[in-house]
C-alpha cells in the first residue's frame, strides 16, 4: 500500500516556468476583456437613447420670452427646443453634448439673448425630450441640423444670412461637420469638439493614448457593425471647407494631453479666419463657468463681428 507521503512525492513539482506561464495566460486574458469587452459595453451604453423631462426652469425665469417649439429632423424625427426670437437679426442655434439637453446651454443661451442674438436651442436626437430610439454618436445629427437651419430661416425676426451655430463636446462635433455641409452656416463656434471616428484624433504620446486609440478604434468599428450607421465625413478631412466662414475653438487640458490635440488638429487644418482660445487649467466643460466674463466677451465678440452685428457705442 502506497502511502500518503509517497502520493505527495510522486505529484508533479510546478516550477517557476508553469507559473510565469500561468501568469502570462492571466494577463492576456485581462488585456483582452479590457481592450474588447470595455469598448463594446461603453458604445452599448452610448447607443442608448438618453430622454428625460427638460426641467425645471425656462428662460421665462431669467426674463425672456420664449417659445416652446418643435421641427423635424433629416430622417422625420421630431426635435423639441426652445426658441427666443431675435433682437438683432441674428441667431445662434446651440448644441449641448452627449448625454445631456438644452438645459445644459441654457445659460449660454442667456448670455446671448442678453446681447441681442435669437437663440434655437433644442435636445438632440434621443436626448431630452426629442424623438429617437438610439443615438449616433452625432453621426446622424448634422441631417437635424438642417432641420434647424429650416426653422430659424422661416422666423421673421431673422437674418438668413446671420446664423451662427456654436455646440460643445459633441455638439462642437456636429456643429463642424454640418458648417462643412451648410453654406446657410455663417459662423462657427466649436467649444472643446468630439471626433467623429478615431482618423479625427492624431497620433499618441504616450502608452496610454495608443492603447485608448487603439481600443476605442474597435469600438468605433463595432458600433458602426452594431448600428449599421454610416458616418458622415471625418472633420479632419471636412474642416478646412468652412472657410472662410470663421471658426472660433475653445480648448481644455494642457498642451500635451490627447484631449487637447484633438481640438489643436482640427483648428491647424481648419482654413483662416480661425482662433483659438485655449485654457489649460480647465477639464471638460470648464470654460463657461472659469471666467464667465471672458467667455462672454470672446463668444459676444465673435459673433458680433462674424455676423456683423451693430454694437452700441
Known amino acids: 500500500m502506497v502511502s500518503n507521503q509517497e502520493e505527495v512525492n510522486k505529484k508533479p513539482k ?28 461603453d458604445f452599448e451604453m452610448q447607443m442608448q437613447p438618453a430622454q428625460n423631462e427638460v426641467c425645471c426652469f425656462t428662460p421665462a425665469d431669467f426674463g425672456f420670452d420664449y417659445e416652446d417649439v418643435t421641427f423635424t429632423g433629416g430622417d422625420g424625427l421630431t426635435l423639441s427646443g426652445w426658441y427666443i426670437p431675435s433682437q438683432n437679426g441674428a441667431v445662434i442655434i446651440l448644441l449641448h453634448g452627449y448625454s445631456a439637453n438644452r438645459m445644459q446651454m441654457i445659460y449660454r443661451s442667456m448670455m446671448l439673448a442678453e446681447h441681442g442674438y435669437g437663440v434655437l436651442t433644442y435636445d438632440l436626437r434621443g436626448h431630452g425630450e426629442s424623438e429617437g430610439d438610439h443615438r449616433s454618436l452625432g453621426w446622424e445629427d448634422p441631417a437635424d441640423v438642417a432641420g434647424a437651419l429650416a426653422f430659424v430661416k422661416e422666423q421673421p425676426d431673422v437674418d438668413p444670412e446671420r446664423i451662427g451655430v456654436l455646440g460643445f463636446s459633441v455638439g462642437g462635433q456636429i456643429a463642424l461637420t454640418s ?25 499618441g504620446k504616450s502608452l496610454y493614448d495608443w492603447y485608448m486609440i487603439a481600443s476605442y478604434r474597435f469600438g468605433y468599428w463595432y458600433f458602426r457593425q452594431r448600428m449599421g450607421i454610416e458616418p458622415p465625413p471625418d472633420i479632419v478631412d471636412t474642416v478646412d471647407q468652412i472657410a472662410p466662414r ?68
Open 179 to 203: 458648417a462643412a455641409a451648410y453654406p446657410e452656416i455663417a459662423a462657427v463656434v466649436a467649444e472643446e469638439p468630439g471626433m467623429v471616428t478615431m482618423d479625427d484624433v492624431p497620433p
Open 14 to 41: 510546478r516550477g517557476c516556468v508553469y507559473w510565469l506561464k500561468l501568469g502570462g495566460f492571466g494577463l492576456l486574458s485581462l488585456l483582452i476583456v479590457v481592450f474588447f469587452a470595455y469598448p463594446i459595453v
Open 246 to 313: 470663421p471658426i472660433l475653438f475653445i480648448a481644455a487640458y494642457p498642451e500635451d494631453d490627447l484631449r487637447y490635440r484633438i481640438g489643436f488638429n482640427m483648428y491647424e487644418l481648419a482654413g483662416e479666419p480661425k482662433s483659438l482660445w485655449h485654457i489649460p487649467e480647465i477639464t471638460h466643460g470648464g470654460a463657461f463657468n472659469y471666467d464667465p466674463e471672458e467667455y462672454e466677451s470672446r463668444i459676444i465678440g465673435f459673433f458680433d463681428e462674424a455676423l456683423d452685428i451693430e454694437t452700441a457705442p
